[in-house]
T-cell receptor, first 106, second 116 residues
Framework: RKEVEQDPGPFNVPEGATVAFNCTYS??????FFWYRQDCRKEPKLLMS???SGNEDGRFTAQLNRASQYISLLIRDSKLSDSATYLC???????FGAGTTVTVRA | DTAVSQTPKYLVTQMGNDKSIKCEQN?????MYWYKQDSKKFLKIMFS???????INETVPNRFSPKSPDKAHLNLHINSLELGDSAVYFC???????????????FGPGTRLLVL
């Protein structure tokens, strides 16, 4: 079993829609969680950290559910520029998920 | 100013050759990493160094040898290249140690290696 598993998508949504997806992790001792964004043929860049209390950054909301061992990312009012692959990360064995692809169409 | 830089950006070489990829960070971070991203886009940790010391080596063949001359540099040397080594290699750095959770990682632009 992979340390971190994500729904690969793709999620194909119209502009203005809300899209949400999860990432499950296997090790309950994991301490740090992040969402990274990776554009085609580019390096991953931090989108946001994920805290137990949940955190929001503009149109993006991240949640951590320790009981069920998953993190989530919700994107509201999707923009064309949100089209990317979103990678979840946890610090257990420095594990990245395989990515969830989001495509926002006009 | 580039925070994490890698050279070369592209590397095309024959099977059996030896090649090196260089990475430098000017962020003053203590920890540096090498990741491999294969054709399926899965980003997998290879090595992590903290203050020039190897702290993570994730079942990477010993043809891969990282070297950290100082905490701002982490180079990757690959001997006897194989077809399966073709991938994008990303260097990253972060300001943390390995205990007590991790901080944000900053990635270099990647080195696209193609072994023919």
């Amino acid at each position: 079993r992979k340390e971190v598993e994500q729904d690969p998508g793709p999620f194909n949504v119209p502009e203005g829609a809300t899209v949400a997806f999860n990432c499950t992790y296997s090790n309950s001792a994991s301490q740090s969680f992040f969402w990274y964004r990776q554009d085609c043929r580019k390096e991953p860049k931090l989108l946001m950290s994920v805290y137990s209390s949940g955190n929001e950054d503009g149109r993006f909301t991240a949640q951590l559910n320790r009981a069920s061992q998953y993190i989530s990312l919700l994107i509201r009012d999707s923009k064309l520029s949100d089209s990317a692959t979103y990678l979840c990360f946890n610090d257990y064995k420095l594990s990245f998920g395989a990515g969830t692809t989001v495509t926002v169409r006009a | 100013d580039t925070a994490v830089s890698q050279t070369p950006k592209y590397l095309v070489t024959q099977m059996g050759n030896d090649k090196s990829i260089k990475c430098e960070q000017n962020l003053g971070h203590d920890t540096m990493y090498w990741y491999k991203q294969d054709s399926k886009k899965f980003l997998k940790i290879m090595f992590s160094y903290n203050n020039k010391e190897l702290i993570i080596n994730e079942t990477v063949p010993n043809r891969f040898s990282p070297k950290s001359p100082d905490k701002a540099h982490l180079n990757l040397h690959i001997n006897s290249l194989e077809l399966g080594d073709s991938a994008v290699y990303f260097c990253a750095s972060s300001q943390d140690g390995v205990a007590g959770g991790h901080e944000t990682q900053y990635f270099g632009p990647g080195t696209r290696l193609l072994v023919l």
